[in-house]
């Protein structure tokens, strides 16, 4: 799911990881935020995503991943349905955990800085994070030519590593899709070989194999809603699965 009402293309560049065992479909907003750059816009994007999420189980999928490394709703919309439900965001700071001592996020504008920080804190990674660094890119203004931001994502990225000690780089947004292995490319030839986390293919592949192995949230960590009235907004019922 796409978390904004511009149509952002992620399940084509995605294509190439399904099989048998691994079908991809793809929504977006149809009310909310053109793109999500701050806490304001995550707050417009909530109740939206939550009823997306219901309509996807109720269509049948298996897990659902919220392609926004802000996550706008993730605990929400894990008490909305009963499917595994992944953030980009916290995917991906989870795995750089994983894969080195330290690691810095490349983000898209200044504003951001403080969000991932508090993210980072949240979910117990404030120690394993090096910093969060901007390239000053709005998210509409990436594009698909990622050519002009490359550069700004390789001096930010040599940065990071070089000033902060980062052995692991997190592009910090869905946007910079497939500019990881490029990345990973160019900074070996600076002799700054790390890993360069693209967050989408890598929480889609989680997502499916908690999906195959039937694990999923916590209800005792996210309980169901109660049932209220909650006038002015149109949320589904979901409905229980055989």
């Known amino acids: 799911m796409v978390p904004t009402t511009t149509k952002f293309e992620f ?3 995605l294509s190439h990881l399904e099989g048998p065992d691994l079908k991809l479909t793809q929504s977006h907003l149809t009310r909310g935020p053109a793109s999500i750059e701050c806490e304001y816009d995550e707050l417009f994007a909530g109740p939206e995503v939550v009823a997306e999420a219901i309509r996807a189980q109720n269509a049948g999928a ?12 993730l605990q929400a919309t894990r008490e909305a349905v009963s499917v595994p439900v992944l953030g980009i965001g916290e995917t991906a700071m989870h795995y750089a955990a994983m894969l080195g ?18 993210k980072a804190r949240h979910f117990g990674l404030e120690s394993k994070l090096a910093s969060v660094r901007p390239v000053n890119i709005p998210v509409l203004d990436i594009g698909g030519d990622h050519s002009s931001a490359l550069d700004r994502l ?5 940065a990071a590593i070089t000033e902060d000690g980062a052995d692991v780089i997190v592009l910090g947004c869905g946007c910079f899709q497939d500019m990881d292995r490029i990345m990973e490319e160019r900074l070996r030839e600076l002799g700054l070989a ?7 293919p890598l929480t889609v592949l989680s997502a499916a194999a908690l999906a195959r192995t039937r694990l999923t949230h916590s209800k005792r960590a ?3 809603p109660p049932a209220k009235d909650r006038p002015g907004y149109e949320i589904p019922t979901l409905k229980e699965r055989g």
């Not at 001592?101 to 508090?118: A, M, P, Q, W």
């Not at 390789?154 to 040599?158: H, Q």
């Open 11 to 13: 399940a084509a560049g």
């Open 62 to 73: 298996d897990a659902i991943v919220i392609v926004c490394m802000g996550d706008p709703a």
């Open 101 to 118: 001592h330290k690691f810095s996020i490349l983000c898209t504008l200044d504003r951001r800085v403080g969000n991932y920080e508090t």
């Open 154 to 158: 390789i001096d930010t990225a040599k």
């Open 194 to 200: 790390v890993p360069v986390i693209d967050s989408p």
């Open 222 to 224: 996210y309980p169901t």
